[in-house]
């Protein structure tokens, strides 16, 4: 890779992983990490950067000589319907920012998350095609879709290479996700590691699309590393990791751990899953770009209680 890349929402649950991952791969000095604020855990290069401004981001780019930029910063599904017009003013301005700059000044790649969250109540459930009808039910989802149609307008109309996967729920040990409707599923480990009973906020048998953070770092850079031409899907690739209730995982933890307790209390977060697929079909990414998950829901829990082990000494 010639240049340099920008990330733009480092310090969140997939950022601050996909950070390392990318500094790994490009070396420390290539990539740009940026955030609200800087943390303690930033190593490298960080800058300061409020995405709904544009002279900031701007004024980064030009500094560094940008190529790439992984933009994202949003607002999450459950945090989002706290105050839905600044959820949509966030998560479109910021998107918007970061095409325009990325045409005026022919960054080579961009890439855009977006979510199940697209999905609403006339996708079917159960394996939902890569094309359904979109209606989602939460402005972070409306959100996502009008995201999803402004990057295939800026490659269509500009020639831009925004490249885009819908993530599923991404379990990860090394960051607390905040603000969405799966983070139940990394909350249980930590309860659990912590001998702490759990209560959920999903009902026991309501099952969503999820994924193992290694998983979802590798897709992102799968897909960013594909050749152009292999990029069929210009809106956003569905991925599929694994599917999982509450009563599953909870399952699979008393398995290592036979003393763990759950109880459920649903709410509004329950009917924002309950319009959510239960399983996804990823044919697009595994043809189009070889994509393939690793892990299942038994790796996932032997993985997160032992690295939470750890992190707990
Ligand atoms: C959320 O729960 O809002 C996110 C997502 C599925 O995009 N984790």
Same mark, same amino acid.
């Given at each position: 890779m010639n240049g340099k890349i920008l990330i733009i929402g480092a310090n969140g649950q997939l950022g601050s992983v996909l950070t390392t991952a990318l500094q790994n791969?490009?070396?420390? *000095?290539?990539?740009? =990490?940026? %955030?609200?604020?800087?943390?303690? !855990?930033?190593?490298?290069?960080? *800058?300061?950067?409020? =995405?709904? %401004?544009?002279?900031?981001?701007? !004024?980064?780019?030009?500094?560094?000589?940008?190529?790439?930029?992984?933009?994202?910063?949003?607002?999450?599904s459950a945090k989002g319907e706290v105050n839905p017009l600044q959820t949509w003013d966030i998560n479109t301005k910021t998107l918007l920012n970061v095409l325009e700059i990325s045409r005026l000044n022919h960054i080579e790649k961009v890439f855009y998350p977006s979510s199940i969250a697209v999905f609403g109540a006339a996708a079917l459930k159960h394996n939902t095609p890569n094309d359904s009808y979109l209606n989602p039910s939460t402005v972070y989802g409306i959100s996502k879709v009008d995201g999803e149609n402004w990057v295939q307008y800026y490659f269509l109309k500009y020639g831009l290479d925004v490249r885009s996967i819908r993530y599923p729920g991404v379990i990860g040990y090394q960051t607390l996700p905040g603000g969405g409707t799966t983070d139940y599923a990394v909350d249980i480990y930590h309860k659990a590691v912590l001998k702490e009973p759990f209560v959920c906020f999903l009902k026991e048998d309501t099952t969503l699309p999820m994924i193992y953070m290694d998983d979802v770092i590798r897709a992102t850079m799968e897909l960013m590393e594909a050749p152009s031409e292999k990029i069929k899907i210009r809106t956003s690739y569905n991925i599929a990791g694994l599917s999982f209730s509450p009563k599953d995982v909870a399952l699979e933890i008393s398995k290592i751990l036979p003393n763990f307790i759950i109880a459920y209390k649903p709410d509004f977060r329950e009917d924002i899953a309950k319009n959510w697929p239960k399983s996804i079909d990823d044919s697009h990414a595994q043809i189009d770009w070889g994509w393939q998950p690793n892990y299942n829901l038994e790796a996932i829990t032997k993985s997160m209680i032992s690295a939470l082990n750890d992190y707990y000494k």
């Open positions: 791969r490009y070396g420390l *000095e290539n990539v740009i =990490a940026s %955030d609200l604020r800087k943390q303690e !855990h930033n190593h490298g290069i960080f *800058e300061i950067i409020d =995405a709904t %401004d544009y002279d900031r981001i701007q !004024h980064v780019v030009t500094q560094y000589n940008i190529t790439q930029i992984y933009h994202l910063a949003a607002i999450l």
